[in-house]
């Protein structure tokens, strides 16, 4: 009869999965934000992230699923930080919300939109995707506003808010907007208190 081994501890296994899953992921959207959707393979994200492909694989069994996690898994890690940030009045909101739109995962975003307008297979998961980040980013918006919006005209003050972020995002992809962007963040915060009081 053989000798029979005590279980072993799988948590450091697990630890190491997680681990791998999040350099994946983080690769995954650097790689999107420098070389677009047609640069970024599997294979260059796991070089990356310095694994295999099989291990890449392993965790996402298909490129759209390893690219539409990562933006997702950003996404949910900038809203919660957004949340934690020691923001004081409505014009530090308005340029942290403006922030979420002119950095990676905004450029990484925006990759995976254009991919999707052209591929079937990647459309509705993506639109998907933006549907379910667009309404928390809403509603975090509303919560760091301190918006109410029973009352009329609030919902959309803030909807035109995180539109014009993204459009700010739009122009700095091409160029370095900081210093017109800082003018219009502050014309908007003076906006939206006026719009919000």
Same mark, same amino acid.
């Given at each position: ?17 997680? *681990? ?17 959707? *047609?640069? @970024?393979?599997? @294979?260059?994200?796991?070089? =990356? ?14 490129? %759209? ?10 996404? %949910? %890690? =900038?809203?919660?930080? !957004? !949340? ?10 308005? +340029? +942290? ?7 990676? #995962?905004?450029? +990484?975003? #925006?990759?995976?939109?254009?991919? /999707? ?14 549907? =379910? ?7 975090? /918006?509303?919560? !760091?506003?301190? *918006? ?7 919902? %959309? ?7 014009? *972020? $993204? ?12 210093? $017109? ?17």
């Amino acid at each position: 009869m053989g000798v029979v081994t005590p279980p072993t501890d799988r948590t450091p296994k697990q630890d190491r999965s997680r *681990a791998t899953r999040r350099r994946l992921l983080e690769a995954a959207v650097a790689c999107l934000a420098e070389h677009g959707w *047609a640069g @970024s393979t599997v @294979s260059v994200v796991a070089e =990356r992230a310095g694994v295999s492909r099989g291990a890449a694989q392993h965790h996402f069994p298909t490129r %759209e699923d390893l690219f539409t996690a990562a933006v997702e898994y950003v996404a %949910e %890690e =900038r809203s919660a930080a !957004l !949340l934690t940030l020691p923001v004081q009045g409505r014009t530090a909101v308005v +340029a +942290a919300l403006v922030d979420l739109y002119t950095g990676p #995962l905004f450029r +990484a975003a #925006l990759q995976l939109w254009v991919a /999707a307008s052209n591929e079937a297979s990647l459309h509705p998961r993506v639109s998907e995707l933006e549907a =379910r980040v667009g309404r928390e980013t809403h509603r975090i /918006a509303v919560e !760091l506003l301190k *918006a109410d919006e029973s009352r009329p005209g609030t919902r %959309e003050t803030v909807q035109g808010l995180l539109d014009m *972020a $993204r459009g700010l995002g739009l122009a700095n992809v091409l160029t370095d907007d900081t210093a $017109r962007r800082r003018r219009v963040v502050a014309q908007w915060a003076a906006l939206v208190d006026d719009a919000l009081d």
